[in-house]
């Protein structure tokens, strides 16, 4: 079965650190872009950051600029979504999505972009 799956998410107090991972069943994600999304209750869903195919390109929303770093593991087929400094704004439902882009140094995190995968999500509550 092909599917992503999201793990890594939790309680943790503000000021403190998560790692969440998106690691894909059945196929490879070598060749696919991968986004972040999160969706918090009453509020949209909206991209996050994103990685390229080649791992060169990188986005990030000002939100969690600086506090937020993508990575992808080609060995372990995950890609990951450290979190730092934690802020309860950033609880939410976290979801990844991949897509197979022409470009590999692109990426794109739009919720309006149509992706090939998503995850099931995993929720992460900052609070004390």
């Known amino acids: 079965q092909l599917q992503l799956v999201e793990s890594g998410g939790g309680l943790v107090q503000p000021g403190g650190s998560l790692r969440l991972s998106c690691a894909a069943s059945?196929?490879?994600?070598?060749?696919?872009?991968i986004a972040w999304f999160r969706q918090a209750p009453g509020k949209e869903r909206e991209g996050v950051s994103c990685?390229?195919?080649?791992?060169?390109?990188?986005y990030y929303a000002e939100s969690v600029k600086g506090r937020f770093t993508i990575s992808r593991d080609g060995a372990k087929n995950t890609v990951y979504l450290q979190m730092n400094s934690l802020k309860p704004e950033d609880t939410a439902v976290y979801y990844c999505?991949?897509?197979?882009?022409?470009?590999?140094?692109?990426?794109?995190?739009?919720?309006?972009?149509?992706?090939?995968?998503w995850g099931q999500g995993t929720q992460v509550t900052v609070s004390s």
């Open positions: 990685v390229s195919s080649s791992g060169s390109g990188t």
């Open positions: 999505a991949a897509a197979r882009l022409q470009h590999q140094g692109m990426c794109v995190a739009s919720v309006k972009f149509k992706y090939d995968y």
């Open positions: 059945g196929f490879t994600l070598d060749y696919y872009a």
